[in-house]
Structure formats: C-alpha cells, structure tokens
C-alpha cells in the first residue's frame, strides 16, 4: 500500500479533475466517488488532499464513515517539519480538550471588536448630543479595548503558532503589525484623555488629532477581523 507524505497527499486535492484523498489516522481515503467531496470540498470548509484526524472530532458523524471509501494508503508519520513541538503539558491539555486547540482565540476576539467599536462610537454621541457620560462610557470601552486586545494578540499567537505552524501567512503579516498600531494608538488616546479630561472641548486644535486617533480605531478593528476571518472562512473561488 502507498506511504504518502504530507506533501504528496496535498497534490490529490480534488481540484481540476485530481482524484480526492483524504488522511484519517495514518490511513489515506479515496473519497473521489463521493458527492460530498466534489471538487475536493466537504461541507464547504474541510478540503481533500490534507489529514483530518482532528477535524472529524467536530463533525457530526464519527470516523466509522469513512469505511464507506476504501483506504489507497498510509500517511507518513509527522515529521517536525509539519507539526509543532509543543510543551508536553500543552500537547495533553489539547490531547483531552480539543476545544482549546481552535476556539480560544475565535472567542477573545468579540471583546476588542465591541470595545474598539464602541470608543469611536460613544464620542461621535457624545459629540453630536453633548452628553458627557457618553464620553466617559468611550473612555471606559477604551480600557476594555485594550486589555481585551492583549487577550486576544496572546490566543491569536497561540492558534498560529500550533494550527498554522507559525507560517507568516499574508493575513497574519497583515494583523500583527496593525494589531500593534491599534493597541499603541488605544494607550497613547487613553493616556491623553486620562491627563486631559476636557480634550474633546472645544473641538479643535489637538483635540482633532485626538478625535482622529479614536476614529482610527473602527477601521483597523475591522481589518484584522477580516484578515481573521478570511482564514477561518477563506473566500470561495468561482
Ligand atoms: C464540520 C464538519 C463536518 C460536517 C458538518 C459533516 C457533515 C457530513 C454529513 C451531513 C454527511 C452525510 C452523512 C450521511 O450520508 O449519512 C457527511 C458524510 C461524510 N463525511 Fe462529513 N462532515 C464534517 C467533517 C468531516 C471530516 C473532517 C471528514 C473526514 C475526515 C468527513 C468525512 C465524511 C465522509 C467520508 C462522508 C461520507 C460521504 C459519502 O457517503 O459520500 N466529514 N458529512
Ligand atoms: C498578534 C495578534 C493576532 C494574531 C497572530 C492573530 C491570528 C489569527 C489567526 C491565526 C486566525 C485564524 C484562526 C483559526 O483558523 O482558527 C485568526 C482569526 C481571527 N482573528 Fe486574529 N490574530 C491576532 C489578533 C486579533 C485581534 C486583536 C482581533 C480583533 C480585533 C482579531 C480578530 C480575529 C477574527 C475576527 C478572526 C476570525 C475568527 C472566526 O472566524 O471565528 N485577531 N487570527
């Protein structure tokens, strides 16, 4: 029987016409007859030519349904190369809690979305209405933007470093670095208004600067969420 490697499993991917194998266990499949694996996709999110031992454990069936295909092969046992090393204590919270290996960070990132979003928020209401709590209920949500954004850099390094193997991939390039500015423009917006309650009035001079800082914060949130989520729900090509 064939001995496949990771790299020679990646070419039967189901694309163009190519046969659509899958890897369970150390055992390779040809799902290539089945509906469900046309083009290689199953569920529009699991994809032929890569090992799915961990993914089948959120599906609704068991791995008891892949005896519907016969086994073409072996999987070679993962070398360094293409899996991570990680702390033994690590490898035996996942081995028991497979929810750590892919949730925390999906999870964090709803707190520095919501509080990035409401700082910028609170002040144009406080700006338009003249209500100061408003403007204070900004400053608050700025605290929780940045605490939660260091909460969410940590589970975001994390998943990277034992899903995607640390690869700098062009969203992960793209949300480092723009995950930095956003939370130095929160420390230096929130230092400022913290030794300058009354920067917002009138609104003019530095204070502009200052209300430009805070409206940053909407596009950046919204740039690395979607850089994050083009890799949890990548775009489907026509
Ligand atoms: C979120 C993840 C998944 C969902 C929602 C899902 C859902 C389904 C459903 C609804 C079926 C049809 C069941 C039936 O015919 O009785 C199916 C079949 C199947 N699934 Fe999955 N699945 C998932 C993940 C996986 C993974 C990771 C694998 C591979 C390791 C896999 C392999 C298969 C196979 C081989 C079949 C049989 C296809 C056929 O009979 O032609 N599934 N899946
Ligand atoms: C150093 C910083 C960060 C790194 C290295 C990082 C890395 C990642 C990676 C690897 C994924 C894919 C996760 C997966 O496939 O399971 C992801 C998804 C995501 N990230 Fe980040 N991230 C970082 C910071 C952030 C921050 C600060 C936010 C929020 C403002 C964020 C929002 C998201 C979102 C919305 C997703 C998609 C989650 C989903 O689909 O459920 N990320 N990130």
């Keep these: 029987m064939k001995e496949f490697d990771s790299k020679e499993l990646a070419k039967y991917n189901g694309e163009n016409g190519s046969p659509a194998y899958i890897a369970h266990k150390g055992k390779v499949y040809d ?12 569920m529009r999110r699991h994809r032929a030519g890569t090992n799915l031992t961990t993914d089948i454990q959120a599906a609704p069936h068991g791995p008891e349904i892949l005896e519907r295909y016969s086994q073409v092969g072996t999987l070679k046992e993962e070398t360094a190369e293409t899996a991570v090393a990680l702390p033994k204590i690590l490898a035996i ?39 100061k709590s408003f403007e204070l209920t900004a400053l608050h949500c700025l605290a929780g933007g940045i605490l939660f954004t ?12 034992y899903n995607y193997l640390g690869k700098m991939l062009r969203p992960v390039a793209v949300k480092i670095p723009l995950t930095i500015v956003m939370l130095i423009t929160g420390i230096v ?15 003019q001079g530095t204070g502009i600067v200052y209300l430009l800082l805070i ?17 949890t729900f990548p775009i489907e090509k026509q």
């Design 31 to 42: 799902v290539t007859g089945s509906k469900l694996w046309a083009a290689g996709t199953h």
């Design 93 to 131: 919270l996942l081995e028991s809690n497979p929810f750590f290996r892919r949730h925390p960070h999906p999870m964090t990132v709803h707190f520095p979305i919501v509080f990035m979003l409401s700082t910028p928020f609170f002040n144009v209401l406080y700006l338009i209405t003249g209500i």
């Design 189 to 203: 917006a929130f230092v400022w208004r913290i030794n300058d309650p009354g920067v917002l009035d009138p609104l």
């Design 150 to 161: 260091l909460v969410a850099m940590s589970t975001g390094v994390l998943t990277w470093w």
């Design 215 to 231: 409206l940053s914060l909407a596009p950046l949130t919204a740039v690395i969420g979607w850089y994050g989520a083009s890799m």
